[in-house]
């Protein structure tokens, strides 16, 4: 099992420009989740999704789209990329959502440099 | 959303026990209250979570206060690997709420 995976690594963007992070679970969870880390910062949570086809904002989801048209995948597209979107982004996923006991699993984190 | 306080920061040596605290005196009788950390340059990773009784697993062991306003996460030998930001995190018992991150703990540990 690879657990999380997140593609890329890092990346480097021009203001405007557009780019897509990839999420994958192998682990054949209903729910995924984008959060962004900034420094010094808890994580903040950018949207997420409560099963295939699905997807619903979090607390900070303005210049965030998603899409969950596979199970195992979620993808986190920034349209029109802006320095305020520089930071750290992790991706979860769970096998149950929002339950009391939900325990979430992480991604390595992409990290995302806006110049 | 009930909120926790964590000191920003603390400071153990390798093999010995480390308690860190975190306040919850807004806590609703049915909030679990989870723990997660933050090693450098990683996701943060699951440790444990307890509604009231004490709970232990391979990593760690929860105590509760007996009116749930407090909880302590107990490493019982710390090593330099458990050098990490600690969060202590609330779950409500409601469907499709976010784990709310605050700031953490900091935990150094020296050899």
């Known amino acids: 099992n690879a657990g999380v995976t997140q593609t890329p690594k890092f990346r480097v963007l021009k203001t405007g420009q557009s780019m897509t992070l990839l999420c994958a679970q192998d682990?054949?969870?209903?729910?995924m989740y984008w959060y962004r880390q900034d420094p010094g910062m808890g994580l903040r949570l950018i949207h997420y999704?409560?099963?295939?086809?699905?997807?619903a904002k979090g607390e900070v989801p303005d210049g965030y789209n998603v899409s969950r048209l596979k199970k195992q995948n979620f993808l986190l597209g920034l349209e029109s990329a802006a320095p305020s979107q520089t930071s750290v982004y992790f991706c979860?996923?769970?096998?149950?959502?929002?339950?009391?006991?939900?325990?979430?699993?992480f991604g390595p984190g992409t990290r995302l440099l806006v110049l | 959303d009930a909120k926790t306080t964590q000191p920003n920061s603390m400071e153990s040596n390798e093999e010995e026990p480390v308690h860190l605290p975190c306040n919850h005196s807004?806590?609703?009788?049915?909030?679990?209250i989870h723990w997660y950390r933050q090693l450098p340059s990683q996701g943060p990773e699951y440790v444990i979570h307890?509604?009231?009784s004490n709970v232990n697993n391979r990593m760690a062991s929860l105590a509760i206060a007996e009116d749930r306003k407090s909880s302590t996460l107990i490493l019982h030998r710390a090593t330099l690997r458990d050098a990490a930001v600690y969060y202590c995190?609330?779950?409500?018992?409601?469907?499709?709420?976010?784990?709310?991150f605050g700031k953490g703990t900091t935990l150094s540990v020296s050899s």
């Open positions: 979860a996923s769970s096998p149950m959502g929002g339950g009391p006991q939900e325990t979430q699993y």
């Open positions: 682990m054949n969870h209903e729910y």
């Open positions: 999704s409560v099963g295939e086809g699905t997807t």
């Open positions: 807004t806590i609703s009788g049915t909030d679990y």
């Open positions: 307890g509604l009231t």
């Open positions: 995190i609330l779950r409500p018992n409601q469907a499709g709420t976010a784990l709310i």
